[in-house]
């Protein structure tokens, strides 16, 4: 399995031999160190542990000392599959123009909203003496409905964003292994800047 972290750039445009633009992000990936393999025999699962965004030693905390990077990851390894070794650097030379990819991010954060922006309620209508409800839930339930209680999963006003959000079948358009960049079809979650996790098949 083809794994990948790095960091959400801009969006842009890209033209295909055709001709048509395709909406796309850039990626700035890798590179990533294993900082650790882990094995069927000793651990009870096959993965390897990266390490990205390498940062001064001197502000690594001391439960990871000798690692000194910002983000950690585990990627599962495929039974069968070459193993990697410690200390080994993965860039993003591994993936081609045209491989399929799954890329999972943090969500924008959009604070406190109401129940029309966070679950596309369409409001009151607009006439008929309503005054100031355009844009209320409407009845949460109460004496005749779950016993006189709010049910759960009643859609409700709420904090938006900032949720783990995976978008699949996107489509990698562009190498370029000088630089570390990834150019992904669409558009991925986050703002720029998101640590963004990249798997490919």
């Known amino acids: 399995m083809k794994f990948m972290l790095g960091t959400k750039g801009r969006m842009t445009q ?17 590179p990533l160190t294993v ?9 009870g699962y096959s993965a390897a542990q990266v ?40 860039d993003a030379s591994i993936f081609a123009p045209g491989d399929i990819v799954a890329v999972s991010a943090i ?13 596309g309620f369409h409001g009151g209508p607009r006439s008929h003496g309503q005054k100031n409800k355009e844009r209320a839930p409407g009845s949460i339930g109460g004496g005749g409905r779950a016993g006189g209680r709010v049910i759960k999963g009643m859609r409700m006003a709420g904090r938006m964003g900032g949720d783990r959000v995976t978008v699949k079948n996107l489509k990698v358009l562009q190498v370029d292994q000088s630089s570390n960049t990834l ?3 669409g558009a991925i979650p986050g703002r720029p800047g998101t640590l963004v996790e990249i798997r490919g098949r």
């Open 183 to 185: 150019v992904i079809s």
């Open 107 to 119: 969500s924008k954060g959009k604070g406190f909203q109401g129940v029309v922006k966070h679950h």
């Open 51 to 90: 390490g990205f965004d390498a940062m001064k030693g001197s502000r690594v905390k001391k439960p990871q000392a000798g690692k000194p990077f910002r983000y950690f990851r585990e990627f599962p390894l495929e039974a069968g599959s070459s193993q990697l070794a410690a200390s080994s650097s993965i």
């Open 35 to 43: 900082t650790q393999v882990k094995e069927n025999e000793k651990d």
């Open 14 to 30: 890209i033209f295909d031999e055709d001709g048509s633009a395709h909406a796309a992000t850039v990626v700035m990936a890798g």
